[in-house]
């Protein structure tokens, strides 16, 4: 399976910025499909999440300035971040959950995680 991540870039602060990641290879479902960062020295922290039945979830600093919302239809998930701050600089990953239900080889079905290759969100003054 691969995630492919997109829409980062250089903007300014107060600006807004849509953050696209598209899941694509070989499973029968995506569960959890969730949005992390990692700034320069800093732990990778998660930002977002949105469940399989579409519930959001978000980190207490972004909340009222960023959405994560879903398409399951085309398995992408998107990031639409207003109202940046210079704190929101960092490496943009989408992870992903994925299930393969049971079948010959698989008794138990799989469930397993994936990340994008990350893309890069710039705030300037």
């Known amino acids: 399976v691969q995630l492919q991540a997109s829409g980062g870039g250089l903007v300014q602060s107060g600006g807004t910025l849509r953050l696209s990641c598209a899941a694509s290879?070989?499973?029968?479902?995506?569960?959890?499909m969730s949005w992390y960062r990692q700034a320069p020295g800093k732990e990778r922290e998660l930002v977002a999440k949105m469940s399989s039945s579409n519930t959001p979830t978000y980190t207490d600093s972004v909340k009222g300035r960023f959405t994560i919302s879903r398409d399951n239809r085309k398995n992408q998930v998107y990031l639409q971040m207003n109202n940046v701050r210079l704190e929101d600089t960092a490496v943009y990953y989408c992870?992903?959950?994925?299930?393969?239900?049971?079948?010959?080889?698989?008794?138990?079905?799989?469930?397993?995680?994936?990340w994008g290759q990350g893309t890069q969100v710039t705030v300037s003054s």
């Open positions: 290879g070989n499973f029968f479902r995506v569960n959890d």
């Open positions: 992870k992903a959950e994925f299930y393969i239900p049971p079948a010959n080889g698989l008794p138990n079905g799989r469930t397993w995680d994936a």
